[in-house]
């Protein structure tokens, strides 16, 4: 394998990846922890903040997602899309908390022109005019909805590859990963930074953490955010009894994607609540430099405020101001 130096590489192979993947633990971190330095501030950990604005009904079949309508087993209450002056209280308030980054989920399969997609929009400008980084997720788009999206100030659309090409249709089949492709090209041309990312402990391989890696290193560029993502098994869901994934395979994810996509802001995501202060360090250590924070994620609980106040304080950062959305 090709000595690992911080350069930034589309020529990685999937072999190339999986050999990263399996290297002795401490040499995985050790390379790792020398790329973060190299192209990011160590000590930084930006602070994300992550909001359902519509929540449940969604068409998609996502295995994983308690959002799906196909998933009639789920005990979750469907919500319609949120009044944007809410949601510009919430995302106010997460800033107070020390929140920098304001993610917005719609539980929709594509966005549909009207009235609730101009209210996405009036989220969108608002939460910029707060100075911070707005960030949503809505499906599949559109070139003149992207489009909308730049001019309403967006800074970065969450779309996730979830697993590789190979894996990626025992989780879901109600759209293509050629879709999803799509939808981040369009996104890509409307100079929208990429969210990005995956979920590890859905059943996949090594070899499938690698694929997925591999097909984020070939964008040019590479994706500006990277949400690595534990799976929350959720009753009712095809994927409840999934066990837990080892915390050391969330390290070795994260050090990896570190070393793949080295100037990627890395976001330690779902799953990080099932984590230690050590586990979560040590993905800090590994490359992780965001994190989200408040008591849930969309529909799935989160590490709380005062578990992460200790955590920043072991970090030597201030404790953090109050709860987030």
Known sequence: MTAVDGTIRRDWTIDGITTLLTLPLLELVGRANAVHRQHHDPNRVQRASLLSIKTGGCPENCAYCPQSAHHSEVDLTRDRLMNPDQVV??????????????????AWRQVRDGAEFDAVLAMVKGVRALGMEACVTLGMLKPHQAERLAAAGLTAYNHNLDTSPEFYGQIVTTRTYADRLETLAIVRSFG???????????????????AMLH?????????????????????????????????????????????????SVVRLSAGRSSLN????????????????????????????????????????????????S
């Open 192 to 210: 929208i930074d990429l969210c990005c990312g995956g979920i590890i402990g859905m059943g996949e391989t090594v070899r499938d953490r690698a």
């Open 277 to 324: 202060r050590e586990a979560q360090i040590l993905c800090l250590v590994a490359g992780a430099n965001s994190l989200f924070y408040g008591d849930r994620l969309l529909t799935t609980p989160n590490a709380d405020v005062g578990t992460d106040s200790e955590l920043f304080a072991a970090l030597g950062e201030p404790a953090l101001a109050g709860a987030a």
């Open 215 to 263: 097909v984020l290193s070939a964008m040019d560029p590479h994706p500006e955010s990277v949400p690595i993502n534990a799976l929350v098994p959720v009753a009712g869901t095809p994927l409840a009894d999934r066990p837990p994934i080892d915390p050391l395979e969330l390290v070795r994810m994260v050090a990896a994607t570190r070393l793949v996509l080295p100037t």
């Open 89 to 106: 209280a919430l995302a106010a308030t997460a800033q107070a908390a020390g929140a920098e980054r304001f993610c917005m989920g719609a």
